[in-house]
Structure formats: structure tokens, C-alpha cells
Nanobody, 123 residues
């Protein structure tokens, strides 16, 4: 599967962005999907994920209550709705997919990656 992330940009603190991850080749109905981010000088970290069957979601503690993966999105596109953004959310955001239903927080469990989309939150 090929993944294409988009939707990043510059936003003021407290604002919102919605990132999109479009899949080609196979639909998201056959993959678990994760969102990750990487800030300069830091390791890539898990942000949010949704299981293949769409029944389960998982969020990093730092974004819980602010970020959401809508469960009713189309099979070819998944989203990350980001609200109440903070400057510390600034990073390059990636979408990733893995065969199987489970969500994992380790980037190494995801063989398929899209290119990153930059999110910058100004204070």
C-alpha cells in the first residue's frame, strides 16, 4: 500500500488542523493505522492509532482529549483531527499502516509509511 499524508500547516496555539492519510493499492479496511510525529532532535513518537476493524482507537497521553481519529472515515482515507493545538505539537507528522488488527505504539511495527506533513503551532 502507498500512503500520502497531507493537511499540515501553520496554526496559532489553540487552533485546529485536520490531517489526511490517503491509501492506494488496498483500503484501510485491511490495515491497522497509526499517526506518528517527529520533532527536530527527537525520536519518532506514537500519536494515535485505529485498529483494522475500526473498533479500537489509541492515543498518546499528550494528545488524549485533543486529537481524534474519526471512525466513520472512508476506507481509502483516514484523518487525524487535531484541536486545541499547542506549540509542543509542532512536528513532522506521518501516517503508517500495518497488516493485522492491533494498534502498536512502536514505529517498527508499521512497514508502510507515508511522507511527512509539517505541523507548526505558533505561540
Amino acid at each position: 500500500v502507498q500512503l500520502q499524508a497531507s493537511g499540515g500547516g501553520l496554526v496559532q496555539a489553540g487552533g485546529s488542523l485536520r490531517l489526511s492519510c490517503a491509501a492506494s493499492g488496498r483500503t484501510f479496511g485491511t490495515y491497522a493505522m497509526g499517526w506518528f510525529r517527529q520533532a527536530p532532535g527527537k525520536e519518532r513518537e506514537f500519536v494515535a492509532g485505529i485498529s483494522k476493524d475500526g473498533r479500537s482507537t489509541s492515543y498518546a497521553a499528550s494528545v488524549k482529549g485533543r486529537f481524534t481519529i474519526p471512525r466513520d472515515s472512508a476506507e481509502l482515507t483516514k484523518y487525524l483531527q487535531m484541536n486545541s493545538l499547542k506549540p509542543e505539537d509542532s512536528a513532522l507528522y506521518y501516517c503508517a499502516a500495518r497488516d493485522g488488527n492491533a494498534i502498536f505504539q512502536s514505529p517498527s511495527r508499521y512497514p508502510y509509511w507515508g511522507q511527512g506533513t509539517q505541523v507548526t503551532v505558533s505561540s
